[in-house]
């Protein structure tokens, strides 16, 4: 199944900044999702990305805050836009195998925003 | 929102059976029942998945009810490796789909020495 990197895996942000997730993955992929999970909480679904078009963004957020790009079939970046601490979460990446075991997630990136 | 329920936690012994019970009662006759487990600062990792058979594999065995309106994740042979939280989930698709998982709160597993 497809092996996805994600970069940074940790930082550290000052509130008021943006940072830009990057998700590379080894194979060309149709879907790309991205999550949220928050401290000591289960993922919750940000966007889903399809190459060439804009994201789906779910209830809850926009795409001023959590702009995404898809430039090509193998990568995505997530950006969170005007950080605050509400803003400390792991972002995780994750993509469609197109096999029965359903969705391969990332490593995520660990977000402080201080 | 999530439509299967979990226990919060659950404790078993490193060697022992793990069986972690799923409620999805309100599953639709073409929704699967998916397993997925988080280990500590890692991403979720598919276990097993089924539609209405009893379905095994080289991690796990999964139990569905006749009536579909529960299930039962079994780790035979528990290790410590084994401790994370588990997901349960229902899904429409067969192999991902277009819109993602919905995550309830799992049950976390704390495989004991």
């Known amino acids: 199944s497809a092996v996805i990197s994600q970069k940074p895996s940790r930082d550290i942000c000052q509130r008021g900044t943006s940072l830009t997730i990057q998700c590379q993955v080894d194979?060309?992929?149709?879907?790309m999702f991205w999550y949220r999970q928050q401290p000591g909480q289960s993922l919750t679904l940000i966007a889903t990305a399809n190459q060439g078009s804009e994201a789906t963004y779910e209830s809850g957020f926009v795409i001023d805050k959590f702009p995404i790009s898809r430039p090509n079939l193998t990568f995505s970046t997530l950006t969170v836009s005007n950080m605050s601490p509400e803003d400390s979460s792991i972002y995780l990446c994750?993509?469609?195998?197109?096999?029965?075991?359903?969705?391969?997630f990332g490593s995520g990136t660990r977000l402080t925003v201080v | 929102d999530a439509k299967t329920t979990q226990p919060p936690s659950m404790d078993c012994a490193e060697g022992r059976a793990a069986n972690l019970p799923c409620n999805h009662s309100t599953i639709s006759g073409n929704e699967y029942v998916y397993w997925y487990r988080q280990i500590h600062s890692q991403g979720p990792q598919y276990i097993i998945h089924g539609l209405k058979n009893n379905e095994t594999n080289e991690m796990a065995s999964l139990i569905i009810t006749e009536d579909r309106k529960s299930s039962t994740l079994i780790l035979p042979h528990a290790t410590l490796r084994d401790t994370a939280v588990y997901y349960c989930?229902?899904?429409?698709?067969?192999?991902?789909?277009?819109?993602?998982?919905?995550f309830g709160k799992g049950t976390h597993l704390i495989i004991q020495p």
């Open positions: 194979s060309q992929v149709t879907m």
């Open positions: 994750s993509v469609e195998t197109g096999t029965s075991s359903g969705y391969t």
């Open positions: 989930i229902v899904s429409p698709y067969s192999g991902g789909g277009a819109d993602g998982l919905t």
